[in-house]
């Protein structure tokens, strides 16, 4: 039976360093050739998410069929369900899947032989970016023990926060979160002991390391203004020289918004080792469920 990768809790954290171990292993140059077709289902947009898997559907030899909303029958009005057996049926051994709602719960999904792995389902997870960034923190200070890493902008709505979140802790990092109120999820309970910063400028001088997320207008229910937002929490020059690390971002960035234009690809910036280490990630994912 193939494995299935929808929530980062379905991890232990000996696969965990077994994925990312092997991932380091594409990055250094090892080949595969495997065999078998992988449809990429695409509910929502994405650019390095879904060229990511593409391309390392290649490099390990797959073929490959993407399908995004408006081809898909799901939107038609097919089930999510009816759609992998039906995926299943015609010969794919692997679904990649974005999907515009939340795939919670999913053991129903433990019956269909078919490997699925979640390329992120609305606000709730997005496992693969998590492991990126994962990689990403393990290259620059060889440990999350110990380590302090902040969060700043949309909590509420972000599946990598979700995600990352409780990768970092299980790997003994400190968390801490910084954003308007409204973007704050009531209930944090879920992922340990987090700490809630209401001055940005006090929550970046504790972080090692900072991730911004992306203002995701499209699921706001109150517009919010994208000027007043970047005063108060976008990374404007003064908090990229207060920074005391590195700083992240899963991407896209909304610039003048999450943070100004000439500060994406800084000295500071790990943007571009995270679209990277996507690759190699999503590489050994793809290896892993194929595995079972
Ligand atoms: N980080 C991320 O998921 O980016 P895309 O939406 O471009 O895939």
Redesign the pocket.
Known sequence: MPRRLISIDDLSKEEINSILQRAKEYRAGKRESLSGSVALIFLE??????LSFERACKELGFSFHSVSRPESSIAKGESFLDTLITLKELGFCMAVFRLNFVLFPYKWLENIDIGLINA?DATHQ?PT?ALTDLLCIMDEFERLEGLNVLFVGDILHSR?FRSDAKLFSLFGANIGICGPFELLPEDLSPFGDIIVFKNIDEAINWADITIWLRLQKERHKHPISDSSYFLQFGLTKERHRALKGKFMH???VITGVDMEESLVYSEKSLIKAQVRNGLYIRMATLKWVLDG
Not at 45 to 50: C, G, I, L, Q, V
Request: zero cysteines.
């Open positions: 947009p994405s650019t390095r998410t879904r992120g997005h970016q990598v899963p991407g896209p």
